[in-house]
C-alpha cells in the first residue's frame, strides 16, 4: 500500500521549533519531487515549501522563508520540515504531498498523492 505519513506536529510556544517529518511506504521518494502544505481553519490549502528529486533543491513561500528548513534523506525514504521561530500564524493543518517529477511546484494541483496531515498549533 502506497502511503505518506506525516509526523511531528504538536502545541509549540512562540519563537519555539518543530520538525515536521513524511515518510513513505510502498514507494521510494527518490524520483518525486515533495512539497509541504498546511491549511488552516476557514483558508484554502497553501505552499509552504517543496524539495525537488534531482538535486534536492528547495523552494519556500515568502512567508516561511528564513524560518523554515525543508530536506530530504532518500536512505531513510523520508522529507523533514524544521520549523524554527514558529509564529502563531503557523497554526495548521500540515501535508505533504509527492509528484513524480523533479520540479517542484507549490500548487496544490500539481500533486496527486498526498498524507493525511499533522496538526502544528501555535500556543497564543
Known amino acids: 500500500q502506497l502511503q505518506l505519513v506525516e509526523s511531528g506536529g504538536g502545541l509549540v510556544q512562540p519563537g519555539g521549533s518543530l520538525r515536521l517529518s513524511c515518510a513513505a511506504s510502498?514507494?521510494?521518494?527518490?524520483?518525486?519531487?515533495i512539497a509541504w502544505f498546511r491549511q488552516a481553519p476557514g483558508k484554502e490549502r497553501e505552499g509552504v515549501s517543496c524539495i525537488k528529486s534531482t538535486d534536492g533543491s528547495p523552494y519556500y513561500a515568502d512567508s516561511v522563508k528564513g524560518r523554515f528548513t525543508v530536506s530530504r534523506d532518500n536512505a531513510k525514504n523520508t522529507v523533514y520540515l524544521q520549523m524554527n521561530n514558529l509564529k502563531p500564524e503557523d497554526t495548521a493543518v500540515y501535508y505533504c504531498?509527492?509528484?513524480?517529477?523533479?520540479?517542484?511546484?507549490?500548487?496544490?494541483?500539481?500533486?496527486?498523492?498526498w498524507g493525511r496531515g499533522t496538526q502544528v498549533t501555535g500556543d497564543a
Open positions: 510502498g514507494f521510494t521518494l527518490d524520483n518525486y519531487a
Open positions: 504531498a509527492a509528484r513524480l517529477f523533479s520540479l517542484c511546484s507549490l500548487t496544490p494541483g500539481a500533486y496527486g498523492f
